[in-house]
């Protein structure tokens, strides 16, 4: 049972790149966040979805978007990558809406 | 206005004594709160909820709503305490606020 894998664990990007960040969760989960964690910062909701098929927007979507086909995976894409996204993307799942989330180990971007 | 306040972002102490990791949170309803902790070179994960009224790792946090705070304490502190700490409230649906975390080092 490997709970949330992200790949790839660090990235830097050239301004105008395009990149997906990818997430499985093995849990049969429902609900999957991603979140992005600046520094010195709490985590900001970017997009989060409640069953396949399903997206809705978080706090920070601009310049994102998610895709979710399946209950195990929901990926984030990046279109035109900007510096303003320089920052640690974790995605996460949860059984239920409010309850405990599990965690990705993160995956450090850079866009210089 | 939802908000969650972690005021410090480093808290230092020897082993063996208390520790106290504040948490203020702002929400108009009904609270859920939590406590994850982030140790080095892992993911982050749940310490406990203050529904469960739980002790986990020794730690214990009361929900004190007139005070609207979560405050995280443990009596002695041990070196492997060491860590990030972050305190979030659930606000309905999807709404997950976190603080912006304390960094705790537990020194020798």
């Known amino acids: 049972n490997a709970g949330v894998t992200q790949t790839p664990k660090f990235r830097i990007l050239k301004i105008g790149q395009s990149m997906t960040l990818q997430c499985t969760q093995d849990m049969n989960h429902n609900y999957m966040y991603w979140y992005r964690q600046d520094p010195g910062m709490g985590l900001k909701l970017i997009y989060y979805s409640v069953g396949a098929g399903i997206t809705d927007k978080g706090e920070v979507p601009n310049g994102y978007n998610v895709s979710r086909s399946t209950t195990e995976d929901f990926p984030l894409r990046l279109e035109l990558a900007a510096p303003s996204q320089t920052s640690v993307y974790f995605c996460a799942s949860s059984y239920g809406q409010a309850g405990a989330k599990h965690f990705g180990d993160g995956t450090r971007l850079s866009i210089l | 206005a939802q908000r969650v306040t972690q005021p410090e972002k480093l808290l230092s102490v020897f082993k063996g004594a208390p520790v106290e990791l504040k948490c203020n949170y702002s929400y108009s309803g009904s609270p859920e709160l939590f406590w994850y902790v982030q140790y080095s070179r892992q993911r982050l994960q749940l310490l406990l909820r203050?529904?469960s009224r739980e002790s986990i790792k020794g730690f214990t946090a009361d929900l004190n709503k007139g005070e609207t705070s979560f405050h995280l304490k443990k009596p002695f502190a041990q070196e492997e305490d060491s860590a990030m700490y972050y305190c979030?409230?659930?606000?309905?649906?999807?709404?997950?606020?976190f603080g912006t975390g304390t960094r705790l080092k537990v020194l020798a």
């Open positions: 203050h529904i």
């Open positions: 979030a409230l659930g606000a309905g649906t999807y709404k997950y606020i």
